[in-house]
């Protein structure tokens, strides 16, 4: 019988063993041996470990109703798990059925097969709780009632329900066995309450009868009618019987570790109250009581919101509240404020007093990790560093050191919070409305907790990571011997001025709370996941060895006051760390991208296999006209085509056709709420994740050449020199002449006007391409910027599908004429669905950017006689043309000017036109007014929505109900918003995951391997006794990264730092002459090279020109050999590695 906190923490335990049952199936019954093992032995050979077949935790399990019921208030997502599992048995008991039938007919026993039983406890009358029942309350013990009363709660009804359900099986047990006291099936069966309350265990023990009224029969079994455990001690039991069940890492966790164990038991049903100490000093403030938060929040003394911590840190964050008619972002800063609150949970916070608030917005840099900008202030900085604890330091090193590792380079920043989902930052804290600050706050209760998903990451352990590079030569106790040791290493190192901090901040914080459990078969490792929303969490595993180098997926159980991080358990195994296949996975889970296959709902909206696309009545025939369709090679699902023709007046007539989706998704129906949850497709570099099915992906949907597809067309009469006359929009069916590549096609617009003569496709391109140059001139004058990005594409293998080679990609004409026409059809679109549908319209936005985000660029453009003005996109596109005169001696420096440029710019955003005024609805990039996205429906649902809109303003279908309303279209915005964000992320990640490959050479990364290529320097670092370093790009891989300047110290007197000039320098001891030295866009040479450590393969960038600074102390002709030897590692197999790379 389970309690509510089984099914809320324990499903993984239950799911695991379901999962065991697909191993039952008639071809494997056939080979079980007579004993009913799995693995059938020969009779000369008996097998010396027998297994035995647990089929669940227990032959049949019960859940209460009361217990389903509270699950469901409390977790729909475990609710659904748990009457998924409900169901599932229904299934396993046929198949018991039918094995059992073979069993008997071969002469064995029937299997044992899972069972659940839901129990209708609240209407059976051996199960009431009668009026005037009184119990010992949790209540009265956390609000300290001394006075000897007692309250009953509705919880202390519930677990005593529950009670009674376990002891009326227990008696219905008894009952049976005393009428059949001879051959009695199940004799050594036992009733068990399973519940991780220790209150309600004892209260078990307590309510049952004395022991000189009990039974003899029960004198057995202890006297008891039924016996109350916890999950781990059940579970214990089971391992001790199959040694071979690794179930105790499934458990949930509700002790703090390391030090002795928290005192047994969990205040509340959820595990979520804070525990007894135990002794131990708390870490964090503890949670108010659900009565005082309630009571607060009804007075405004607090306020309630979701946390959502920032993309770098757990421990910062923000919650919205409602400040009137606003919404507003409270920021939560340090981990007392956090106060152990994790990314989605529910919380309730307390507002500092106003002097506390930081003074103004923050202060970006130049919209890159390369920086350049402020911080919240110097006021705000000094009070941050008193406050800041060691592990504070130390977690701002891993950030820092995360944020420094080479990687792909970012294509825009981050969104703010006021661009993304319409959140103010900031509030007036005078009468005037003058001076605006950003709220803060503390975290002072959870109301509901975020512990529902599943975390990818990779264990660190010390007892690896402290070995010395002779590790088999080192004793056992001289390893245990490092671990305490190592949590102190990073301190003193730390205090030691001009001294590097050698020790990675994983190695800390393992060397500070790995350890081992008086069982002897359990130790805590530390989990670090791969999200840095996420804090590291303490696990306790019994297979510590096996999960070492493995990426891992673990599940968040607590976070007791006395933990100074969470408790969790291990979930599943994903693969080998580093390898291609586990890294996608990886990536996919992180970034929370759906890549489930659809599900047979789904699949049952398509059309059959056999259908035709054949003239419907309202259609539009448009296949008389040359339509042909221009992307790239090896393009299936093709959203788009075109065509250009002229007219008998002389004006030419221009189509822009789109696949018509919504003839096959029908709105409302599963097919499209699937899509809507999807929002995007994903492109991976080996993989392309769908958001509606193949079928219609790559065939029905995708207009291909010379065959008829059904389109949404709209179409232009325009004058030779791009004057538009009129538009019309139509439903249609078109017969695709030709699907080109942009080669072909820019093969088409350079082929000679005498070459031309009877080719409709040359025609038509060329007269696409004329209009297009015109097009695109008239908005380039308007405002519109041209800016670049650093993507690279890989050449792949073509069985392996590994890296053989980077290549930059190539743009051509075609590219502009293809690009110049999807915008105008979006914007044209866009003003057709405002006139109809002003306040609901879904349109896309991009903000003017903050001018702080520029600074760091235009301080940096200053020092090479650059002066960028950002006052309106004209302005800024005029700028960066005038920088090109400037810059002439080397073209990519113009191109790095854009790219950094576009980094200081928040991405656009989706919206509903009724929650902004027309004013916010200008895309600043695109200089247009009013934007949409109404060309690619096959892979953006917003287009879909677009399509929807268009229909109905043309009167050719009504408008879906849903798109009337405008807080459903906020949250499909702010949905395709976070969908369309985390397809960009994964797609990067993607990216660098195949430059590791590439970069790592041998067989994974054929034709890759070490790299020496030219760099351009984004960033330097010239605060005082900061680590002399510098940011470079490397433009042929697209791959930006710290270079540390490792042979100099930070406090040597030789390094010249001139943070005016954004310059480093290393001067001649005895002359004082600068010998060598590196500014802000200075052209250097670098070394790309990939080092391998435990848990994670990172991307390295060293100098190698100037070679002053790559090493001072050596003669030239031996900075080649040094650099090679200042990247040797511990073990032995590195060193080799690294004479390789000296070569």
């Not at 105790?248 to 595990?271: C, N, T, W, Y």
Request: charge should be negative.
């Amino acid at each position: 019988v389970v309690d509510t906190n089984i099914l809320l923490h324990h499903m993984d335990v239950l799911e695991y063993l379901r999962d065991d049952d697909d191993d039952d199936d008639d071809d494997n019954d056939e080979n079980e041996n007579e004993n009913g093992n799995d693995d059938a032995t020969s009779p000369s050979k008996p097998n010396p470990h027998p297994r035995r077949r647990h089929r669940s935790i227990a032959d049949a399990i019960v859940v209460p109703q009361t217990a389903l019921e509270e699950c469901r208030h409390r977790s729909l997502v475990m609710y659904r798990r748990i009457v998924d599992l409900i169901r599932s048995s229904g299934d396993d008991a046929t198949r018991a059925d039918d094995k059992g039938r073979k069993q008997k007919k071969n002469g064995g026993g029937s299997g044992s097969e899972r069972c659940f039983i839901v129990f209708a406890d609240v209407h059976h009358v051996d199960t009431q709780i009668f009026h005037g029942w009184k119990g010992e309350s949790k209540a009265d013990e956390e609000e300290g009632v001394e006075d000897g009363t007692t309250t009953t709660t509705i919880n202390d009804e519930n677990d005593a329900r529950l009670r009674n359900v376990a002891r009326f099986y227990g008696e219905a047990l008894y009952d049976y066995r005393r009428r059949r006291r001879t051959g009695a099936r199940n004799a050594n069966a036992e009733v068990v309450f399973l519940t991780d309350d220790a209150q309600s265990r004892r209260l078990a023990s307590s309510e049952q009868p004395p022991p000189d009224e009990r039974p003899g029969d029960a004198a057995d079994r202890g006297g008891l009618y039924y016996r109350a455990r916890s999950m781990r001690d059940h579970v214990s039991l089971l391992q001790k019987e199959d040694p071979s069940l690794t179930l105790l890492d499934l458990v949930a966790q509700f002790h703090s570790a390391p030090g002795p164990p928290m005192s047994e038991g969990i205040r509340g049903k959820d595990g979520g109250g804070d525990d007894d100490s135990g002794g131990r000093a708390a870490c964090y403030p503890p949670h108010l009581s659900s009565q005082t938060l309630s009571r607060g929040l009804q007075t405004n003394r607090y306020y309630q919101g979701i946390y959502r911590s920032d993309r770098d840190s757990h421990t910062e964050g923000y919650v919205t509240i409602r400040r009137g008619e606003d919404r507003v972002a409270v920021v939560i800063r340090g981990k007392a404020d956090v106060n152990r609150a994790v990314d989605g949970d529910i919380v309730a916070i307390e507002l500092h007093s106003v002097d506390l608030w930081l003074g103004g917005a923050r202060n970006g840099g130049d919209g890159s990790d390369s920086g350049g900008g402020g911080g919240d202030g110097d006021e705000e900085k000094e009070r941050g560093s008193q406050s800041q604890t060691a592990d504070d330091r130390n977690e701002g090193h891993d950030r820092q050191t995360k944020k420094d590792d080479a990687g792909i380079a970012a294509d825009t920043a981050e969104p703010s919070l006021r661009d993304a989902e319409n959140i103010a930052e900031e509030v007036a804290v005078d009468d005037e409305g003058e001076e605006l600050r950003r709220p803060t706050a503390k975290i002072v209760g959870i109301i509901r907790r975020n512990f529902h998903k599943n975390y990818c990451g990779s264990i660190c352990t010390i007892a690896v990571s402290a070995a010395a590079p002779e590790e088999d030569d080192i004793a056992p106790s001289e390893t245990e011997l490092a671990r305490p040791a190592a949590a102190a290493a990073f301190e003193s190192e730390s205090k030691m001025e001009g001294e590097r901090t050698t020790m990675h901040p994983h190695d800390v914080i393992a060397a500070k709370h790995e350890r081992e459990h008086p069982d002897g078969v359990t130790s805590t490792v530390v989990f670090f996941p791969i999200d840095n929303r996420i804090p590291p969490i303490l696990l306790r595993t019994t297979q510590r060895d096996r999960l070492i180098g493995m990426r891992i997926l673990v599940s968040m159980d607590s976070w007791p006051a006395e933990s100074e991080y969470p408790l969790g358990h291990y979930v599943k195994t994903l693969g080998v760390t580093g390898t291609k296949e586990t890294e996608t996975q990886v990536l996919l889970q992180e970034f929370r991208i759906p890549c489930e296959p659809f599900p047979a709902k789904v699949l049952a909206c398509l059309p059959p296999a056999d259908y035709k696309i054949e003239l419907e009545p309202g259609r539009t025939d448009l296949r008389h006209l040359p339509v042909l369709s221009i992307d790239p090679p090896g393009c299936k699902d093709i959203d788009d085509a075109l065509h250009c023709i002229e007219l008998p007046n002389g004006n030419w007539q221009v189509g822009v056709h789109i696949a018509d989706v919504t003839h096959y998704v029908e709105a409302g129906t599963a097919i499209d709420l699937e899509a809507a949850n999807r929002s995007t497709s994903t492109y991976l570099v080996n993989k392309r994740l769908d958001m509606l099915p193949s079928l219609l992906t790559t065939d029905l949907c995708s207009l291909k050449g010379n065959v008829d597809r059904f389109a949404f067309s709209v179409l232009w009469e325009v004058t030779p020199e791009a004057e538009i006359v009129n538009v019309d929009f139509k439903k249609s069916i078109i017969h695709s002449i030709a699907a080109l590549t942009y080669q072909q096609a820019q093969a088409l617009i350079d082929k000679p006007e005498k070459d031309c003569k009877g080719d409709i496709q040359a025609g038509a391109v060329k007269r696409l391409a004329k209009l297009a140059r015109k097009f695109r001139s008239r908005r380039i004058n308007a405002g519109a910027l041209t800016l670049a990005s650093p993507e690279v594409k890989f050449v792949l293998d073509s069985e392996s599908l590994n890296p053989t080679d980077v290549q930059a990609y190539t743009l051509y004409e075609a590219n502009a004429l293809v690009e110049e026409f999807m915008l105008l059809a979006n914007v044209t679109v866009a003003k057709k669905i405002l006139r109809h549908y002003p306040t609901l319209s879904i349109l896309r936005r991009h903000p003017a950017p903050n001018r702080s985000m520029f600074d760091g660029l235009i301080q940096k453009a200053k020092t090479r006689g650059i002066s960028i003005c950002i006052d309106d996109s004209k302005k800024l596109a005029d700028s960066l043309d005038a920088a090109a005169e400037i810059t002439s001696d080397d073209p990519y420096l113009n191109q790095l000017l854009r790219i950094l440029s576009t980094r200081c710019m928040s991405p656009a955003q989706y919206f509903c036109s009724g929650e902004y005024q027309a004013k916010d609805w200008h895309h600043y990039g695109l200089a247009a007014p009013v934007y949409t996205h109404f060309t690619s429906p096959i892979r953006r649902y917003a287009d879909v929505c677009v399509h929807r809109l268009l229909a109905a303003a043309i009167g050719v279908a009504p408008l879906p109900v849903f798109l009337s309303s405008k807080s459903y279209l906020h949250d499909l915005a702010a949905n395709m918003n976070r969908r369309h964000r985390a397809a960009q992320l994964a797609g990067r990640a993607s990216v660098q995951l195949h430059t590791l490959i590439f970069f790592a050479g041998g067989d994974e990364g054929e034709g890759g391997g070490v790299k020496e290529e030219d760099a351009y320097v984004l960033d330097v670092e010239t605060a005082s006794m900061s680590e002399p370093s510098f940011t470079v790009m490397v433009p042929r891989y697209g791959i930006e990264g710290r270079v540390r300047l490792t042979k100099i110290a930070i406090n040597d007197e030789c390094l010249v730092r001139d943070p005016e000039n954004h310059r480093l320098g290393y001067k001649d001891a005895a002359t004082g002459k600068i010998m060598a030295s590196v500014s802000v866009f200075d052209r250097v040479r670098v070394r790309i090279w990939v080092r391998s450590t435990r848990d994670r393969k990172e991307l390295v960038v060293d100098l190698l020109e100037p070679k002053i600074l790559a090493n001072p102390h050596v003669k030239d002709d031996d900075v080649d050999t040094e650099m090679g030897a200042s990247t040797v590692t511990s073990s032995g197999k590195k060193k080799k590695k690294k004479q390789r790379i000296s070569k």
